[in-house]
């Protein structure tokens, strides 16, 4: 098993669900920028498809890590844009998402001042809404309750110091308290403990739910599941139960955004940490189940059958990527904090996601880095 540092709790799983059949959309080879037939793709192995369908953003993945290694290449050249976009101009109603995600704020390393530093510069694109994607604390899943509250009071602190346009939280996985139960010495019976300490964190009932924003809908997921002393990402049958209702009760023609912290499906899943020698080739390409959404295939089948879901965000990677399956956008964005404050990771600088939300479901995305310099 590989080792990665993406936090207390990855394991590996070995089978996912099997789709039926799955088309490549001649709009995603131009929107990823390698070559695809668009002809359908035969039904031999669902999880093999699936990757070989995702596989399509590969070219993005490496060009934006090329553009922000040199750094001499504006951002605005290595953005991700949707299909069928109008070619210039905002377009009346358009609304702007500011997506932050993966703060892990801590008291170390400038943390504190990097968060602010984000928001500050989000702020300056005139968000009209900002998400923060999960793990907005570094880390309450292993820390003792001290540690836990003074995380929550910089962050709570920092948010309400920085942050002046509505702004909305999904939950990662470092947000939950004491799961880790050795390390955290919690008990279980505490009255915050685990998600609940999220949702305070946050100022929320849940830690899913949606709301819309001008002409689009929001769905923020829950992608944590705990497994032993760990986590795992899928969600849980009440929630998918709540997300069919959710989506049923979406017109087809209302746009949606779908934000969950783990990645529903993601190239860069793929890419962290694999091993890189010959010894692996010819062997399965593996997805550890706490890197990417287990219930991939479902989610992914739900979204094509409702037909207003538009684009899913995530983070938790701190990676960068974009694949689009089935005329359906599926966007990792990289983390605001980098490497847990240590520096850009593969070649992905801090930064946060900025979209304009078209009206009529379009968009664009791009990776804005916020100036931030690593001191350490
Ligand atoms: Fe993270």
Redesign the pocket.
Same mark, same amino acid.
């Given at each position: 098993m590989r080792t990665l540092n993406?936090?207390p709790g990855t394991l590996y799983t070995k089978d996912m669900e099997q789709p039926s059949t799955t088309r490549v959309s001649p709009s995603a080879a131009t929107t990823c920028g390698t070559s695809a037939s668009g002809a359908p793709v035969p039904a031999t192995s669902g999880r093999r498809n699936f990757l070989r369908n995702a596989i399509i953003g590969a070219g993005t993945l490496s060009a934006m890590r090329a553009a922000f290694a040199g750094r001499a290449v504006p951002i605005e050249q290595s953005a991700v844009t949707a299909p069928a976009a109008p070619p210039t101009g905002i377009v009346p109603g358009t609304i702007r998402l500011a997506h932050l995600t993966?703060i892990?704020v801590q008291p170390e390393l400038r943390a504190e001042a990097g968060m602010a530093s984000a928001f500050n510069h989000a702020q300056t694109n005139k968000p009209d809404l900002i998400i923060t994607g999960g793990?907005a604390v570094m880390d309450v899943f292993e820390a003792k309750r001290s540690r836990a509250e003074q995380l929550r009071g910089i962050f709570q602190g920092t948010l309400k110091r920085e942050c002046s346009v509505p702004v909305h939280h999904v939950t990662?996985n =470092?947000d939950i308290l004491g799961w880790n139960r050795k390390k955290s010495e919690s008990t279980g019976t505490e009255a915050d403990w685990g998600k609940r300490f999220a949702c305070d964190l946050f100022g929320i009932s849940r830690n899913y739910y949606t709301f819309d924003h001008g002409p689009w809908r929001f769905i923020c997921l829950d992608s944590v599941q705990p497994k032993d002393d760990r986590y795992t990402a899928y969600l849980d049958d009440a929630q998918m139960e709540w997300l069919t209702q959710t989506l049923a009760a979406t017109p087809k023609s209302m746009p949606v955004a779908v934000v969950s912290h783990i990645p529903i499906l993601s190239l860069t899943a793929l890419t962290y940490g694999a091993p890189r020698s010959r010894e692996h080739v010819g062997t399965d390409t593996v997805i550890f189940n706490g890197e990417m959404h287990t219930d991939a295939t479902l989610l992914h089948d739900l979204f094509k059958q409702a037909g207003n879901v538009k684009v899913c965000l995530s983070? =938790?990677v701190?990676l960068l990527d974009h694949c689009m399956i089935d005329g359906i956008s599926y966007i990792c964005d990289g983390?605001v904090c980098g490497s847990w404050w240590k520096g850009a990771v593969e070649g992905i600088p801090e930064g946060y996601g900025v979209l304009d939300l078209r009206p009529d479901g379009t968009f664009t995305h791009r990776y804005e880095r916020y100036g931030w310099q690593a001191q350490v």
């Open positions: 993406r936090g993966d892990h793990d990662g =470092h983070g =938790h701190h983390a």
